[in-house]
């Protein structure tokens, strides 16, 4: 598919629910007794993987109308046997959470996924729950397809986090609640706290402590009786992050992107586009379902160079590709450092964004923890393609960003992983007049 250069994008649209929320909404509402109402669910394959693989595990779960699900839960403890493997598909946060909530029960779980899925390092989640008591077969290298034996009872954990990973702290805190006694994580760098604040609202015992350097403590109390919720789930930030880079680059636009999740542990990337020059407004601030939301106000920027602090990175980890786009057309050089992490991403994705950039005309030096962009300075990326989205969904509308920038075009080879995270992505760029 071609994504060519664009007229000013406008009007007002809403992006599909956040996915690091959906996920744990389903996880822990399947281990409530009783039944839970999830609104704004996204109904994307990650998702839709982590439901079939609660389903095979004795959840009840049912789509009422667009978004709106109801689950009725097991109880913590009372997870059935899989009778066959839990296909996660494309979906590391399926597999690193379900790990960890799998890791303390007593059944056998085998955890396939595609090929993107089947490259990522597994041993960040089996190391810590293997000293909870749960025993894992892998495949070379710690990956997928895997084996593992959950342990019943587990033992508890108290584990300092050796990466910055709110997958790890979930499969950890997760494992904790049908343990018996306290499990303990300490994290130097801040990650995304949705599981805490959801843990909370379902009733867990969990406690925060974040000391003076901000090294946060998370304190949950094993063998925990979760009660069932009304979840409502905000639009993610990870998704909206596309609208929002390509109405700043493509000049005349302004769009209104509702109802968005703002937690700071997510919304580093509205930091740095403004230290960049671009006029991101929030209308609306307000708090929903335990999460602080809000409305985006995008007009079209001049942007600058940047060189991010790397101690943001957490807070933004999933939209680099896209704020590489954004660096491509700023006026000067951005300099990224300390991303390691998105080396084990749905793709490696310093390199294969240095790779799709290099090929529609933009200036890179790819470093082994980051990359070197020689902005365009607001004139269109040439383009070109095909980009090589390697079953990357963020590397396939990064690249469709770019696209609407761009002079020829921008050629993306597979456009389907989009369909993991954001269902409808061209309807929205077609709704924001973007796209024929
Ligand atoms: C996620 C955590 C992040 C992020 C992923 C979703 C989550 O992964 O990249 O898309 O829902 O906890 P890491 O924990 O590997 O940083």
């Known amino acids: 598919m071609t994504f060519a250069a664009a007229r000013p994008l ?55 109308a667009e978004g709106v699900w109801h689950v009725d839960g097991v109880g913590v403890g009372s997870l059935l046997q899989p009778e066959t493997a839990l296909d996660m598909g494309n979906s590391g946060t399926s597999t690193r959470l379900l790990m960890g909530l799998l890791a303390s029960h007593d059944l056998t779980a085998t955890f396939t996924g595609d090929a993107s899925l089947s490259k990522r390092p597994m041993a960040r989640v089996t190391e810590p729950l293997s000293r909870m008591g749960a025993t894992f077969t892998s495949s070379p290298g710690d990956r997928l397809p895997l084996t593992m ?21 979930s499969a950890i805190l997760l494992a904790g609640l049908n343990t018996p006694g306290i499990t303990r994580v300490v994290e130097p760098v801040p990650t995304r706290d949705h599981s805490e604040r959801m843990l909370r609202g379902f009733g867990a015992e969990l406690d925060v402590e974040v000391e003076a350097n901000g090294t946060r403590i998370i304190t949950l109390v094993g063998e925990a009786e979760l009660k069932p919720q009304n979840i409502v789930v905000p639009g993610d930030p990870s998704s909206a992050a596309f609208p929002m880079v390509a109405a700043l680059l ?23 586009l403004r230290e960049m020059g671009g006029s991101v407004e929030i209308a609306n601030p ?7 939301v809000g409305d985006l106000v995008v007009t079209a920027s001049v942007l600058k160079g940047v060189e991010p602090d790397p101690a943001r990175a957490p807070s933004m980890i999933d939209e680099y590709p896209v704020a590489f786009v954004a660096a491509a057309l700023a006026q000067g050089r951005s300099i990224f450092r300390g991303l390691e ?20 005309g933009v200036a890179v030096e790819e470093l082994e923890d980051g990359i070197i962009i020689e902005g365009s300075g607001g004139a269109p990326l040439m383009g070109g393609g095909p980009i090589s989205t390697r079953l990357d969904h963020r590397i396939a509308m990064s690249f469709a960003v770019a696209g609407l920038a761009s002079k020829n075009g921008v050629t993306i080879d597979d456009m389907r992983p989009v369909a993991t995270s954001f269902p409808g992505f061209t309807a929205l760029l077609r709704n924001l007049g973007a796209i024929e």
């Open 341 to 360: 992490e998105l080396r084990v991403k749905e793709s490696d994705r310093i390199a294969t964004m240095a790779e799709g950039l290099r090929a529609i």
């Open 286 to 292: 307000r708090e929903v379902g335990g999460e602080p």
């Open 149 to 169: 034996r959950g342990a019943s009872p587990a033992i508890p954990l108290e584990y300092r986090l050796p990466v910055a990973s709110a997958q790890v702290k």
């Open 10 to 64: 406008s009007g007002s649209v809403g992006v599909p629910g956040d996915k690091s929320i959906s996920h744990r909404s389903l996880m822990l509402s399947a281990l409530a007794v009783g039944t839970s109402r999830v609104e704004g669910l996204l109904e994307g394959e990650d998702v839709l993987a982590t439901a079939a693989a609660m389903r095979s595990m004795g959840a009840r779960i049912e789509r009422d």
């Open 250 to 272: 493509v000049p005349g636009s302004q769009v209104t992107i509702g109802n968005i999740g703002l937690n700071a542990t997510r919304a580093g990337l509205v930091d740095l």
